[in-house]
């Protein structure tokens, strides 16, 4: 799960990690108040769920109240197109003003999980404020890596080795040093994923701080981390994936043809490789899950026909534990009740009882396009979503 | 023989709830020796016909029990498997899905130097056809045969499984190992276990995008594979930054590709089946020479 820059800044916050003094605000007024109480210069940033705002043009530093005013004004409201955002963008409905840090240093510093050795480790690098995964591609040796015994927690030792070869001294050191083992608290004790302050600065008054914040959860722990649906912004997220998560599916939209649904997440991977190499696109990646229960299926229905690219559903089931014929009922079931379902639709069923699932696709009255193997589906789908003939 | 999974293995279930139940059942069915089940505060009960204990440790000492498949929720998987290392079992299958990634880092820790085999978490098990399984794999698509499977999918193994089954190829022992950034067992692993059993004469590999397992499977293969490999690999369409379903699979930072994956596959000579629909076929064409 993503928040947002302010939400992680909170976060640090509590944890003692320092941060610039600021106010999240989501009026444009709010900034000009903001100065005038705390006084500037100030930096104002848009607060959306994607990297690189600066060169987007979402982040404004101002030395006046006018300028500062004028930023928020301009921010606010707009689509901002990054690398991170796509083509369409993301419309700017918050801003966080800080106080603007006197930088004397930037550098980079990252804790994430690392898989291959199953641990968590620590990147930093001198070189801060510019995109890591470009140093550690074109100056390796810049990157600075340290991996945590999870049965000991980040030693001390280990926290000063990174900030001596990311060469602080003096207080910017001490709080360095700290910074790190606040940072691990918070990581362990939040259930992050990952955790990215880009830049970190050393200020001309010799402090260590967090200029920059990227937080993001494991979803698995929301169980044990229940406040963190608090911080979720689904204005952030697409609208049909908000719905599919309401009922469990994972759903993801894409830009094609086919509307995919699909018993497991490799199989709706593979069924969406399959559709491409037949010439099509998949419209989503949707994974009904290991049941596949009747009132999954029909939600799962229901998502894809509210998407107006799709133009063909494939339905692609292999029966393990779930029973073709109790999903192939759930189909059927689903249409007649959604009713009015006019793109054609594939099934393929596999596995346990498909037989018998196929027989009730077939005597439902509806008009199904039942496939014999993976192969065919796919292309049966692909050529009904193009308007190709022999379909 | 196969591997992992052999005549000689005892199973007990740790977490017999309905879904626990219902599997222990299904594997009972298909010849697989459930012994034992663990439901503390409920020891000298049965369910099924299956004795139940208090702890893994009881339920070893009484039944010579030498291995476990946990359904225990998520909250809870991680104590499951810590107990089950503890006791020192051999294999040990995680089917729960959803465990927390720093859970696992612990349990992963544990691993270590221990003398137990973890299969998962968020798998679809593991099973040895004609003698058993330890999973939700239904058997019916399984035939006994010397081809090993490594899959981190549920579904796709059964595809792929079902394919090989299709065109007459048999298989040793098939493994789902897991769909989370953090597993017990590692394609890599799976493959050298292949790779040392006598029974295994060509092994089909299934992977995903994200991590780069599959890469350094590549680097084993080719620097130790005596066997023939096929593989395929999912997700050529996933989008940047989007998780697919499974924890694990998400390309990140432009890392964890499938044509990075497929390429290091290739380069170590292995088979690449380009459609998900070719495995079998594939498979069949590199034996037939």
Known sequence: MKIHEYQAKEIFARYGIPVPEGQMVTEVGDVKRFFEEKGGPVVVKAQIHAGGRGKGGGVKFSPTVEVAEQAAKDIMGMTLVTHQTGPEGKLVQRLLVEKAANIETEMYLGFVMDRETSRVAIIASTEGGVEIEKVAAETPEKIIKIWIDPAVGLMPFQAREVCFKLGLEGTAFKGGVKMLQNLYRMFTEEDASMAEINPMIVTKEGEAMALDAKVNFDDNAGFRQKHHAELRDISEEDPLEVEASKFDLNYIKLDGKVGCMVNGAGLAMATMDLIKQCGSEPANFLDVGGSASAEGVENAFRILMSDKDVKCVLINIFGGIVRCDKVANGVVEAIRNIGNVEVPIVVRLEGTNAKEGLEIINNSGLNFHTAQGFADAAKKAADLAEGRGGA | ?289
Request: hydrophobic content about 45%; overall charge negative; some cysteine.
């Open chain 2, 1 to 289: 023989m196969a591997i992992l999974l052999k005549e000689h293995t005892k199973v007990m279930v740790q977490g017999l709830g309905k879904e626990g139940q219902f599997h222990a059942e299904k594997m009972l069915e298909c010849g697989t020796k459930v012994v034992a089940g663990i439901r503390p505060g409920k020891a000298g009960q049965d369910v099924l016909g299956i004795p139940c204990f208090n702890t893994v440790a009881d339920a070893k000492a009484a039944t010579g029990a030498n291995a476990s498949i946990i359904f225990v929720p998520s909250p809870f998987a991680a104590d499951a498997v810590m107990e089950a290392i503890d006791a020192e079992l051999e294999l040990v299958v995680l089917i729960t899905e959803g465990i927390p990634t720093l859970d696992m880092i612990k349990v992963k820790n544990k691993l270590k130097n221990s003398k137990t085999n973890l299969i998962g978490p968020n798998c679809p098990g593991i099973i040895t056809p004609g003698i058993g399984k330890m999973g939700i794999l239904p058997v019916s698509i399984f035939i006994p045969g010397k081809c090993g499977v490594i899959s981190r999918s549920g579904t796709l193994t059964y595809e792929v499984a079902a394919q090989l089954t299709a065109v007459g190829i048999g298989q040793s022992t098939c493994i789902g190992i897991g769909g989370d950034p953090v597993i017990g067992t590692s394609h890599r692993d799976a493959l050298e276990m292949f790779n040392n059993d006598p029974d295994t004469d060509m092994v089909a590999l299934i992977g995903e995008i994200g991590g780069t397992d599959e890469e350094i499977a590549a680097e084993y293969i080719k620097d130790h594979m005596t066997k023939p490999v096929v593989a395929f690999i999912a997700g050529s369409t996933a989008p940047k930054g989007k998780r697919m379903g499974h924890a694990g699979a998400i390309i990140a930072g432009g890392k964890g590709t499938a044509a990075e994956k497929k390429e290091a596959l290739r380069a170590a000579g292995v088979a690449v089946a380009d459609s998900p629909a070719d495995v079998g076929i594939t498979a069949k064409r590199i034996l037939e020479g």
